[in-house]
């Protein structure tokens, strides 16, 4: 079995910051990319950054210059720092484990989800 499970979630002004964190734990051989995704009312969930293990990061647009991912191998830990942050930012942020079993196959996990809403 294999856990995600996410904090820092909130309410935070306009302009605000935010830092969420993930922590993955359970039976795994390795992890080779850990994200996250974030799902709006009314949209469907899009991946927001994503971070391999050797630390290369990928974001998209809409959050390029003011979010950052980082994670600690150690701790299958992945952060999410989020700074100047906007209304449209407001959504469920889910983070995703991409591991690989002990098996050898390539297994994906999610967790439960974090709110983030962004509101003065």
């Known amino acids: 079995q294999v856990q995600v499970v996410e904090s820092g979630g909130g309410l935070v002004q306009p302009g605000g910051s935010l830092r969420l964190s993930c922590a993955a734990s359970?039976?795994?051989?390795?992890?080779?990319?850990m994200g996250w995704h974030r799902q709006a009312p009314g949209k469907q969930r899009e991946l927001v950054a994503i971070i391999s293990s050797s630390g290369s990061t990928n974001y998209t647009d809409s959050v390029k210059g003011r979010f950052t991912i980082s994670r600690d191998n150690v701790k299958n830990t992945v952060y999410l720092q989020m700074n100047s942050l906007k209304p449209e930012d407001t959504a469920h942020y889910y983070c995703?484990?991409?591991?690989?079993?002990?098996?050898?196959?390539?297994?994906?996990?999610w967790g439960k989800g974090t709110l983030v809403t962004v509101s003065s």
């Open positions: 995703n484990v991409r591991s690989i079993a002990r098996d050898y196959r390539r297994m994906d996990y």
């Open positions: 359970g039976s795994m051989l390795a992890i080779y990319a």
